[in-house]
């Protein structure tokens, strides 16, 4: 059964780079239909799509996110991972991994369970 | 804001027929397909419509999707109170490179 779990720091101060890790478990990384990604949810608001990747190395990234943002993936560990530059309290958010499949376009069909990051001062 | 287009709340009472709606454009849903997600209080999002009007296993068939246009709808026959949750729609976009957009979602109160 496939699962993806979230880690890293759950608090970064203003400035600083986030950075999580989603480690896949019960499935291959390196599978052609599926692309690996990251979405976030502020408190009480609605999901945000952050980005995505293949295990090639192909990623796509949204767009108003895109300067801040790198997805990377280590096959070799079957994990992916997500950093943002230069953090604000607007990045505080609950941070889902996913995996996408991607036939003739991507959705996010398996999901993590989630870590919070804040940023604080 | 979001790109796609969703009343903030539903309802409706046990046994009742509620829908959805989720409004685009020609880039995402007028040129892709629609996906819908359900999320419990705490819990991550699942799938609860792929391509438009498909639904993965395991998912009653008391939901069920269409599209027309720039526009999809999800609609819940037999409204039960666990159904009570926040809704979202996606589709990817093919504007700059390509990312997915995901409505603002819905919060679903059965009475």
């Known amino acids: 059964q496939l699962q993806l779990q979230e880690s890293g720091p759950g608090l970064v101060k203003p400035s600083e780079t986030l950075s999580l890790t989603c480690k896949v478990s019960g499935g291959s990384i390196s599978r052609s239909t599926y692309y690996w990604g990251w979405i976030r949810q502020s408190p009480g608001k609605g999901l945000e799509w952050i980005g995505s990747?293949?295990?090639?190395?192909?990623?796509y990234y949204n767009p108003s996110l895109k300067s801040r943002v790198t997805v990377s993936v280590d096959t070799s560990k079957n994990q992916f991972s997500l950093k943002v530059r230069s953090v604000t309290a607007a990045d505080t958010a609950v941070y889902y991994c996913?995996?996408?499949?991607?036939?003739?376009?991507?959705?996010?069909?398996?999901w993590g369970q989630g870590t919070l990051f804040i940023v604080f001062s | 804001q979001s790109v796609l287009t969703q009343p903030p709340s539903a309802s409706g009472t046990p046994g009742q027929r509620v829908t959805i709606s989720c409004s685009g454009s020609?880039?995402?849903?007028?040129?892709?397909?629609v996906n819908w997600f359900r999320q419990l209080p705490g819990t991550a999002p699942k799938v609860l419509i792929y391509s438009n009007n498909q639904r993965p296993s395991g998912v009653p068939d008391r939901f069920s999707g269409s599209k027309s246009g720039t526009s999809a709808s999800l609609a819940i026959s037999g409204l039960q109170s666990e159904d009570e949750a926040d809704y979202y729609c996606?589709?990817?976009?093919?504007?700059?490179?390509?990312?997915?957009?995901f409505g603002g979602g819905t919060k679903l109160t059965v009475l």
């Open positions: 990747i293949h295990y090639s190395g192909s990623t």
């Open positions: 996913a995996r996408h499949y991607c036939g003739a376009d991507c959705y996010p069909d398996h």
């Open positions: 996606a589709a990817w976009d093919d504007s700059l490179n390509g990312h997915l957009v």
């Open positions: 020609t880039s995402n849903i007028g040129s892709n397909t």
